[in-house]
C-alpha cells in the first residue's frame, strides 16, 4: 500500500509541476484573486457531489470548526491568494523554489511537535532543496533582488501557509476522512475568495476563453480536487515530512516538462540538481 501512495504522490507533483505552466496562462487573461474564486468555484462543487456519492460525508463537532476553518483559510484562501499575486512580482523560477519552503517549516514544526526526525532524514530534506535550487536556477538565481523582493517574501508566507494545512490536518485526520476534511474546507475556502474577487473585479466566466477555460479546468479538478485527495491520503499513512518532501520534485518534472516540450536545454547544474533532489527523496523516504 506503501508504494501506491508514493506514486500517487510523483503523480502529484508531476500534476502540480504543470499547475505553474496554466498559472502563468490563466492570468494573461483573468485577475489573480478571479483565478482563485473561480477555481475552487469550480472545485468545491465537484469535491462535495464525490464525497456525497461515495457515502464519506461526516458531520463536524462543533468544536473541531475553528480547525477547518483554519484549513480553508491556510490551505485555500490565504494560499491562492498570496501566491497568485506573488507570481505577479516574482518569476516563476523563485515561486517554484520558494514554494518548497514548506518542506522546511513542515521539518521544523514537526520536530517541535515529536515527529521522529533521524539523520538520514534531515540530510535528505537539506539535499532536495539544494537539488530544487540547482534544477530550476541552472546556477543561476537571485532571490530577494530588488524586482522581485515583494513577490519572493510572498512565496515563504505560502509555504508557511502550506505547512500549517498539512500538519493541521493530519491531525484532523484522526477523526475525520480525507475527503470530508478537503470538502469542507474548499467550500469554505471558496466562500471566503468571494470577497477578493469582488474588490477585484468580479469577472464574467462567459467571456473567458477557451485557453482561460482549460487552465481552470485543470488548476480546479486536475490540480485542486485530485492532488487534494492524495495529499491527505496519504497522509493517513505516511509522516508529514515523508508527504512534504514530494513537493521538491515539483520543479525537477517542472524542468523536464520545459525539455519535452518547449525545448529548453537542460544544463549539468540542473542534472546536478536533478540527481540531488531524486537522492534526497529516497533518503527520507527510507527510514
Known sequence: ?????????????????????????????IGPYNMAFYRFAIASPVLLLAVY??????????GDIPSIVILAITGVTSFYVVQFVALVFTTATNA?????????????????LGERFTGFKTLGIIMSFIGVILVISNGEIEF??????????LMMLCGLFWAIYTLLGKRMLEKYNPEALIAYASAIGSVLLLPFAIYEGLANPFTFSPLAWISLLYLSLLSSVLTYFIWYSALT???????????????????????????EDIGIFTSIGGVLTVVGVYLVERE
Do not use: H
Not at 500534476?15 to 496562462?25: E, H, N, Y
Not at 530577494?144 to 517574501?153: L, V
Not at 499513512?237 to 525545448?263: D, K, N, R, S, W
Open 1 to 29: 500500500m506503501r508504494r501506491v501512495y508514493l506514486l500517487a504522490l510523483l503523480f502529484t507533483a508531476l500534476i502540480w509541476a504543470g499547475s505553474f505552466i496554466f498559472i502563468k496562462l490563466g492570468l494573461r487573461e
Open 53 to 62: 456519492l461515495r457515502r464519506r460525508l461526516q458531520s463536524v463537532e462543533r
Open 96 to 112: 517554484s523554489i520558494l514554494i518548497n519552503t514548506s518542506v522546511i517549516f513542515i521539518a521544523v514544526i514537526s520536530l517541535l
Open 144 to 153: 530577494f533582488s530588488r524586482e522581485t523582493f515583494i513577490g519572493d517574501a
Open 237 to 263: 499513512v505516511m509522516e508529514a515530512t515523508e508527504v512534504a518532501v514530494f513537493t521538491c520534485i515539483v520543479p525537477l518534472f517542472a524542468a523536464m516538462m520545459a525539455f519535452l516540450v518547449l525545448g
